[in-house]
């Protein structure tokens, strides 16, 4: 008799139909949720690889990306403390941090934050991709690399840098389906103090699984326009990339 499970399972990575032997899991499928919840613990504790990430990204021609960390001190902090995550480290004795000032129309932020092995993984191809579509019409500064970083740590870059509108690539939380995806997180005229509500996100980007990189790039291409038009990101803003394509 044919596995009614088995087409179903083909069209999604969640655990569905997994049969029981007795009043248990057969030990085939606990074995598959431990080694995937150890994945994904792994996912979250390993230390980014910062200077692999930099060979990555140099050969795009976006410049040699500088590093930022926050004040979280090591990773235990940054999970115990997002607060911190979201705050700049004093890189320097005048207490502030070193980013160059580019004037440049948009702002990419490299942030390791729930998964640094995911944007080990994809951040070249999603910077490839996102350059691809936006350098001919914009002009994009040096990518920066943050370190122990949450979402918000890119407002304190992006207005230091003074771009208009800023990209956050970050490691998204590990899922026991998927531990290597990224998120990216669109914010016009970054600033300290935007709120969650002022963004926009392009989430489970992790090919060939999840997000292509061609895709969540041509969604960016279409947020950035309209936040240009609009003069704001966030819950105003709406995703028009089908459109355009249709």
Known sequence: MTDLWTVLRQNTSARIG???????????????????????RDAVHHPLDVDALIA??????????SVVASRAADRSEY??????????????????YSVDTEDADIGI?????????????????????IKDVLAPQYSIATPVIATQARVALGDHIGAAQK?????????????????????????HL??????????NCISNIHPPGGQSYVG???????????????????????????????
């Open 109 to 129: 932020v490299l942030a390791d934050g729930l998964s640094p092995i995911a944007l080990t993984e994809h951040a070249a191809g999603v910077v490839g991709a």
């Open 190 to 199: 970054p600033r300290p103090g935007r709120a969650d509500s002022e963004r």
């Open 79 to 96: 999970l115990r403390r997002p607060d911190l995550g979201r705050q700049p480290a004093a890189n320097d004795s005048s207490g502030g």
């Open 56 to 65: 990555a990204i140099e050969p795009l021609g976006l410049g040699t990306p």
């Open 216 to 246: 969540a790039a041509r969604v960016v291409a279409a947020l950035v326009e309209g936040a240009r038009a609009l003069g704001r990101s966030g819950v105003d803003l709406k995703d028009t990339s089908r459109t355009l394509t249709e």
């Open 18 to 40: 997994l049969g029981r032997v007795g009043d248990s899991l057969p030990t085939s499928r606990v074995l598959e949720f431990a080694a995937a919840h150890a994945a994904a």
């Open 163 to 187: 771009v208009g509108t800023l990209i956050v690539v970050i490691g998204e939380r590990p899922g026991l389906s998927v531990a290597d995806s990224v998120g990216i997180y669109l914010t």
